[in-house]
């Protein structure tokens, strides 16, 4: 009976953990914004997004000519309905019907729009009209999908700034804004009758602007921190988008809306800016993006919402030359225009599946020569790091998922009992574990990969190539 039972729960969690692979990307996005004249072609574009592991595409409008290239290619799509056209949407049901039959009833299912947003950051655009228009749009919206039977297969929402929040430190004071009262009661009615989620534009970018310290910055990065406690919840946080995320699940919960999910339409870092900004960098733009690419694969989830992803569409796709603002508003991107990468964020494929299969009976003489074996590298901190980085590096390893029972009193890596040795080992325990991704070993600049195994006698330390 035992080994019946244990043969079952096998099959369950193996067949959990397919399920949990066979999805484990289509949870990040990206940004597809034209506010430029240079862009590469929609198929151009669509073609090279089929390259990497993003699933799914946000567009401002509903530009044929992009639903179209998209068609066929399993990536999800969210349209997008201006704030010019919410006042005749909110009044005109035939509005809402021929925005359907014009923008989405010609393109799906081919084109797998998956979500609909009407407006964006409307009630942060201080005219009240506009602002009590956008629930009846979103109803005459809804109403016009179940007419074209397309009912519960494409979410309508409509996209929020983290203003509406009247409080967001610590997270579980999170709550709206009063002012908005009854038209974010209404909105978020709307969610939950429709199952439709909420959805915010969370930016550690701008957090680290108004807070610019150096421990600010490695908490936006996700880099090694000593974290920052809630009061109400003693929850530790390590990095502001997971405090971020989890101040609009408080403030739905205290608005008795646990059931309504929460959705990021927009989050990135700028790779460059103008002098007197603060914050854009190269080095910043990839820590902060490939770090939460790790994370959001990681599915460890934020302290709120263990053991799942949100989903969360990186902004942006490209730069926008035409942006007015700072220099930062046009640097956002994470491709160039020849559709390579502006900086490595671990979003390409690891392995291409061959165009068409050879018949194995049929030798084949290589064109180029074998490349050269990887070596085997170790993470490690840097000569003249301090001990107290080396604390905040090994606290922060052991904090997320890595095993550190090894540099526990009796275990085999315990002695030396030193902070160097033990957050040495953490470090490179974390790196081995989370991709062997060079941000993996980054810990804010204090660490650096070596050829050298730094394994002793029964203390062995993992070890493997670079990704």
Same mark, same amino acid.
């Given at each position: 009976?035992? $080994?019946?039972?244990?043969?079952?729960?096998?099959?369950?969690?193996?067949?959990?953990?397919?399920?949990?692979?066979?999805?484990?990307?289509? %949870?990040?996005?990206?940004?597809?914004?034209?506010?430029?004249?240079? /862009?590469?072609?929609?198929?151009?574009?669509?073609?090279?997004?089929?390259?990497?592991?993003? +699933?799914?595409?946000?567009?401002?409008?509903?530009?044929?000519?992009?639903?179209?290239?998209?068609?066929?290619?399993?990536?999800?799509?969210?349209?997008?309905?201006?704030?010019?056209?919410?006042?005749?949407?909110?009044?005109?049901?035939?509005?809402?019907?021929?925005?359907?039959?014009?923008?989405?009833?010609?393109?799906?299912?081919?084109?797998?729009?998956?979500?609909?947003?009407?407006?964006? +950051?409307?009630?942060? =655009?201080?005219?009240?009209?506009?602002?009590?228009?956008?629930?009846?749009?979103?109803?005459?919206?809804?109403?016009?999908? $179940?007419?074209?039977?397309?009912?519960?297969?494409?979410?309508?929402?409509?996209?929020? #700034?983290?203003?509406?929040?009247?409080? #967001?430190?610590?997270?579980?004071?999170?709550?709206?804004?009063? #002012?908005?009262?009854?038209?974010?009661? !209404?909105? /978020?009615?709307?969610?939950?009758?429709?199952?439709?989620?909420?959805?915010?534009?969370?930016?550690?970018?701008?957090?680290?602007?108004?807070?610019?310290?150096? +421990?600010?910055?490695? %908490? &936006?990065?996700?880099?090694?921190?000593?974290?920052?406690?809630?009061?109400?919840?003693?929850?530790?946080?390590?990095?502001?988008?997971?405090?971020?995320?989890?101040?609009?699940?408080?403030?739905?919960?205290?608005?008795?809306?646990? !059931?309504?999910?929460?959705?990021?339409?927009?989050?990135?870092?700028?790779?460059?800016?103008?002098?007197? +900004?603060?914050?854009?960098?190269?080095?910043?733009?990839?820590?902060?993006?490939?770090?939460?690419?790790?994370?959001?694969?990681?599915?460890?989830?934020?302290?709120?919402?263990?053991?799942? =992803?949100?989903?969360?569409?990186?902004?942006?796709?490209?730069?926008?030359?035409?942006?007015?603002?700072?220099?930062?508003?046009?640097?956002?991107?994470?491709?160039?225009?020849?559709?390579?990468?502006?900086?490595?964020?671990?979003?390409?494929?690891?392995?291409?599946?061959?165009?068409?299969?050879?018949?194995?009976?049929?030798?084949?003489?290589?064109?180029?020569?074998?490349?050269?074996?990887?070596?085997?590298?170790?993470?490690?901190?840097?000569?003249?790091?301090?001990?107290?980085?080396?604390?905040?590096?090994?606290?922060?390893? &052991? #904090?997320?998922?890595?095993?550190?029972?090894?540099?526990?009193?009796?275990?085999? &890596?315990?002695?030396?009992?030193?902070?160097?040795?033990?957050?040495?080992?953490?470090?490179?325990?974390?790196?081995?574990?989370?991709?062997? $991704?060079?941000?993996? &070993?980054?810990?804010?600049?204090?660490?650096?990969?070596?050829?050298? $195994?730094?394994?002793?006698?029964?203390?062995?330390?993992?070890?493997?190539?670079?990704?």
């Amino acid at each position: 009976m035992a $080994n019946r039972l244990f043969t079952w729960a096998f099959i369950i969690i193996f067949f959990f953990q397919l399920n949990h692979l066979s999805r484990s990307e289509s %949870f990040i996005g990206i940004n597809y914004g034209q506010v430029a004249d240079n /862009l590469p072609s929609p198929d151009a574009t669509a073609k090279m997004l089929q390259s990497t592991s993003i +699933e799914k595409v946000r567009l401002y409008g509903a530009d044929p000519a992009i639903i179209k290239a998209f068609a066929n290619t399993g990536i999800g799509i969210m349209i997008g309905v201006s704030n010019g056209d919410i006042p005749a949407m909110a009044t005109d049901p035939s509005f809402a019907k021929n925005w359907v039959n014009s923008n989405v009833s010609p393109f799906y299912p081919a084109s797998k729009i998956v979500h609909i947003n009407i407006g964006n +950051e409307v009630l942060l =655009s201080g005219d009240r009209n506009l602002m009590t228009q956008l629930l009846p749009a979103m109803q005459n919206l809804q109403n016009a999908l $179940n007419s074209a039977s397309l009912n519960g297969k494409i979410k309508v929402s409509t996209v929020h #700034s983290m203003a509406v929040l009247r409080q #967001s430190d610590p997270p579980s004071s999170g709550g709206f804004d009063p #002012s908005f009262g009854d038209l974010m009661k !209404g909105l /978020l009615e709307f969610n939950n009758a429709t199952g439709s989620p909420l959805v915010i534009n969370p930016y550690p970018f701008f957090a680290y602007q108004s807070d610019p310290r150096p +421990e600010t910055l490695a %908490f &936006c990065l996700f880099q090694p921190n000593s974290g920052r406690v809630d009061s109400g919840t003693k929850i530790k946080y390590t990095n502001m988008f997971d405090a971020q995320v989890d101040a609009v699940r408080s403030a739905l919960n205290a608005m008795g809306f646990k !059931g309504v999910e929460i959705l990021v339409a927009e989050t990135g870092w700028p790779y460059k800016g103008d002098s007197n +900004e603060v914050g854009p960098s190269l080095e910043n733009a990839k820590a902060y993006n490939g770090n939460l690419i790790a994370h959001l694969k990681s599915m460890v989830g934020t302290p709120l919402m263990p053991g799942k =992803s949100v989903d969360t569409y990186l902004f942006a796709l490209y730069d926008e030359d035409l942006k007015p603002g700072p220099g930062s508003e046009r640097a956002f991107g994470l491709f160039k225009l020849d559709m390579t990468m502006n900086y490595d964020t671990g979003l390409s494929k690891t392995s291409q599946a061959p165009s068409n299969a050879k018949n194995p009976a049929t030798p084949t003489i290589p064109t180029t020569p074998a490349p050269k074996a990887k070596k085997s590298v170790w993470c490690v901190p840097k000569a003249g790091v301090s001990d107290a980085q080396l604390q905040a590096n090994l606290d922060y390893a &052991c #904090s997320h998922g890595t095993d550190c029972s090894s540099i526990q009193p009796g275990g085999a &890596c315990f002695e030396p009992n030193t902070i160097a040795s033990h957050a040495t080992y953490a470090m490179n325990l974390l790196y081995q574990t989370a991709g062997r $991704n060079p941000w993996n &070993c980054d810990f804010s600049q204090t660490a650096t990969l070596s050829t050298t $195994n730094p394994s002793y006698n029964a203390c062995q330390y993992p070890g493997g190539e670079e990704a």
